[in-house]
């Protein structure tokens, strides 16, 4: 029984050391695996306030979606806009903008003031969130 151990001892190292470096190929030759950072502007104003408003005012807020890194424009990004009982998305264009729609009515202010949360998702980035994207105000 000792003889055998030596032999299956080096056959299970030369085994184990294919198989860490197959894994280690794949692993070097795909950054697509690691996601890569974005940001996400809110171009105007991230101040609405409402009675400046009538109640048929579309509220449009046009966002900018981008890669942190080089600043490429994310295409197809998921992008929502909620909070105080109202909430908008949309998906990004080639050129990483889109628009987001409210109607005054939609907004359910409790104070006098309130925030509107901003999350972001696309394949292959880490997800964007802004938990004060946009301030509302009575």
Known sequence: MAIGLPIK???LTIVGMVGLA??????????????????AIINGSNLIILSDLS?????ELPIEVMNSRDGIPVERASV???GLNAASLNITDPRGETTLKFNKSDFELDANEGYLRLDVKAT?????????????VK
Do not use: R
């Open 9 to 11: 001892i080096v056959v």
């Open 22 to 39: 197959a894994m280690l190929g794949i692993i070097n030759s795909s950054k697509d695996a690691v996601p890569k950072p974005m940001h």
């Open 55 to 59: 109640d048929t005012d579309v509220i």
């Open 80 to 82: 929502v806009l909620f």
């Open 124 to 136: 292959g980035f880490k997800d964007y969130t802004n938990e004060y994207a946009v301030k509302v």
